[in-house]
Nanobody
Framework: HVQLAESGGGLVQAGDSLRLSCAVS????????MGWFREAPGKEREFLAT????????NVAASVEGRFAISRDNTLNTMYLQMNNLKPEDTAVYYC????????????????????WGHGTQVTVSA
């Protein structure tokens, strides 16, 4: 049974940093396609970042590139999203996601490509 649990969200001011964590059970993250998404009020869920299924590269959405970074600690079976220079438009519920298995796709950037989701963690950025 795969479970994902996000943590690390909160209320911060513009320009601050946060690191979100996604603790995974029931699956070894080193061999699992995983990603971060967010959903702002009134908007569709948006892809943020994921790992390559073939090497150590990462794929970060253009909207947050240069400010957000994805990483993981395989020994802790935990994935992270480092968010720097936060802006009010980053206010959203942030979700981590995992896929059952990789196929020929190198970067899973679509919501439909994931099978398991956490419950989300709220990030609110004040101006």
């Amino acid at each position: 049974h795969v479970q994902l649990a996000e943590s690390g969200g909160g209320l911060v001011q513009a320009g601050d940093s946060l690191r979100l964590s996604c603790a995974v059970s029931g699956r070894t993250i080193s061999s699992t396609p995983m990603g971060w998404f967010r959903e702002a009020p009134g908007k569709e869920r948006e892809f943020l970042a994921t790992f390559s299924t073939t090497d150590s590269r990462t794929n970060v959405a253009a909207s947050v590139e240069g400010r957000f970074a994805i990483s993981r600690d395989n020994t802790l079976n935990t994935m992270y999203l480092q968010m720097n220079n936060l802006k009010p438009e980053d206010t959203a519920v942030y979700y981590c996601a995992a896929r059952d298995r990789a196929t020929f796709i190198e970067f899973y950037t679509m919501e439909a490509g994931y099978d398991y989701w956490g419950h989300g963690t709220q990030v609110t950025v004040s101006a």
